[in-house]
């Protein structure tokens, strides 16, 4: 419609505790250079916090975090989330966000499940070596999908550091064209 803006925003959430991780770092700067306003979380598990009630807490952060976002302008946020960040996955197939998982924790039936069961768009990026990454089932739930052979949780890979920021560059590009074309097109 002309005259009106296009709001664009993003929910980030993180994996462990590390907000600041090159991957997310980078995905959130290309939403950022696309205009988006952006959320970052951080995790407030207690200490000796079981997985179960480290899910339930990344779910309701990242639902919270949708909510008031949407509540600003009317238009639900994307969700760019580091693996634990994916357990907010059932949050986002339930309202039907576009997201970008950066090694989401694909071994996790849970969240493999809710992957499976979303209609928006999403990007799914893993390794190899990663124990939690499931390449057929990430290619089972979509065809937008950056898969690095021989990369661990953090996308690293063995050898020398340039091959690893090279593996960063690749996946920043994945993220940008895939923000471009399904998320915020032109």
Known sequence: MPGVEVTR????????SRAASP???YARLAAER????VRALAWDF???ADFLEQRERVAAQVAAAVAEMTADDGTAPAVIGKSLGSLAAPVTADLGLAAVWLTPLLSHAPTAAALRRATAPCLLVGGTADRFWDGAAARSVTADVVEVDGADHSMLVPGGLAASAAIL???AAAVEEFLDRAVWPS
Do not use: F, I, K, Q
């Open 9 to 16: 925003s993003v929910v980030v959430a993180p994996g462990g």
């Open 169 to 171: 560059g690749r996946v």
């Open 46 to 48: 207690p200490v000796g």
């Open 34 to 37: 696309r205009g988006a306003r």
């Open 23 to 25: 991957l997310l770092a």
